[in-house]
């Protein structure tokens, strides 16, 4: 009983020992900038490795000036799903090949993903976020039912 009491009277101590910030930058504990970190072959952290291709390499991106991300807000990501959804649906053309094609059952998948999300985010969002999503299926679940029964016909 004693032990018990005096561990939650101990508490405990949370450190967070990773290398980065949540920006991507080396924390300042880490860099090694010093003569002495060069003279042993050691280089700074944030210096690139040769042997490993940068993230802009890998995705195909091209790399900007620093500077702030865009906010990724719950509204960005369902217009970057309907924007999805819209391309599979054949509404928006395919930004690599300029035409436009569709998918019915991938846009039939991601009109259900985003329905999943209004299910499982009911109650826990703001009233912009709630119609945006109401909105949202709405539009894209008529789309969906429009390209179908010209597919039948």
């Not at 920006?23 to 040769?50: I, L």
């Not at 291709?53 to 865009?70: I, V």
């Amino acid at each position: 009983m004693e032990r018990e009491e005096e561990e939650k009277a101990r508490g405990f101590k949370v450190e967070d020992r990773r290398r980065f910030s949540s920006e991507g930058d080396v924390k300042p504990e880490f860099r090694d900038d010093s003569p002495s970190a060069a003279g042993r072959g050691q280089t700074a952290p944030e210096s690139a490795d040769s042997s490993k291709p940068n993230r802009a390499a890998q995705t195909g991106a091209t790399p900007h000036a620093p500077g702030p991300e865009p906010e990724v807000t719950f509204g960005a990501f369902l217009v970057g799903l309907s924007t999805q959804a819209l391309m599979l649906l054949g509404d928006i053309a395919d930004p690599e090949t300029g035409a436009a094609h569709a998918d019915l059952p991938g846009a039939q998948q991601l009109i259900d993903i985003i329905g999943m999300l209004q299910r499982k985010t009911q109650g826990n969002l703001d009233r912009d976020e709630a119609q945006l999503i109401e909105t949202i299926l709405f539009e894209l679940r008529m789309k969906y039912v429009e390209r179908a029964r010209a597919t039948t016909r």
